[in-house]
């Protein structure tokens, strides 16, 4: 295995965070659901990927893999039972508002009126209202395009199904060619629902680990 992969601890240097953001904005670049969310400016990517990193840092687990040179070639983003991303004051503060700010009244108002109540209504419709928050959920998952189909995805949720005991793992999907490789990497898909969008319209899978 020509990469190697470590748990973060917080706090982590400007440069490790700016790596970070630099590999995962290059690994959603081309993603349609990315674009939704940044109301289609590119130039709000690594804001909205740095949304998700900081969550996970204050209220989650962030890991990061490296290749023999200590670059960093992919990460995930996990939160574990009991928690979720963005319910602390101090993932909203600093991660979710520097974010919102950067954004239309119009796009903020699709965030807050629509996509998270019905991200929301999507997991607890499909797993029920307390599996979520009972179990690890992969939040984000990210390798860079040059390194991707060599088991790096792999390894960044193997940390996790090691040490997870009796609870399960869960995550969302937003690609139809993920669902192939997540069905590999041990998960099924329970189900899903139509997002609209003025930008890009998506569909979110909600998939649980296999028994």
């Known amino acids: 295995m020509s990469f190697s992969v470590r748990q973060l601890e917080h706090p982590v240097s400007d440069t490790v965070l700016e790596a970070i953001l630099d590999t995962q904005a290059s690994a ?23 949304s998700v990193v900081i969550a996970g ?25 009991s928690r979720e991303m963005f319910d602390s004051e101090d993932q909203r503060k600093q991660g979710l508002d520097p974010l919102f700010a950067q954004f239309s009244p119009d796009h903020l108002k699709w965030w807050l009126e629509y996509f998270l109540p019905n991200y929301a209504k999507l997991t607890t419709d499909t797993l029920g209202d307390e599996f979520k928050l009972a179990n690890w959920h992969l939040q984000w998952i990210g390798v860079i395009p040059e390194e991707r189909k060599k088991g790096v995805a792999r390894e960044l949720i193997e940390p996790v ?4 005991g009796d609870k399960a793992m869960c995550l969302e999907t937003e690609s139809e060619e993920n669902l192939v490789i997540y069905d590999k990497l041990g998960f099924s898909s329970k189900g899903q629902t139509d997002f609209k969008n003025p930008r890009k319209d998506f569909t979110m899978w909600v998939l649980v680990e296999k028994e």
Do not use: H, M, T
Not at 28 to 50: H, T
Not at 58 to 78: F, R
């Open 161 to 164: 199904r090691i040490k997870k």
């Open 28 to 50: 959603f670049a081309e993603d349609p659901f990315a674009y939704a969310c940044i109301d289609g400016d590119k130039s709000l990517l690594k804001s909205f990927v740095r």
């Open 57 to 81: 840092f204050l209220g989650g687990e962030v890991y990061v893999a490296e290749n023999p040179d200590k670059q960093i070639i992919g990460a995930s983003v996990w939160f574990p039972p």
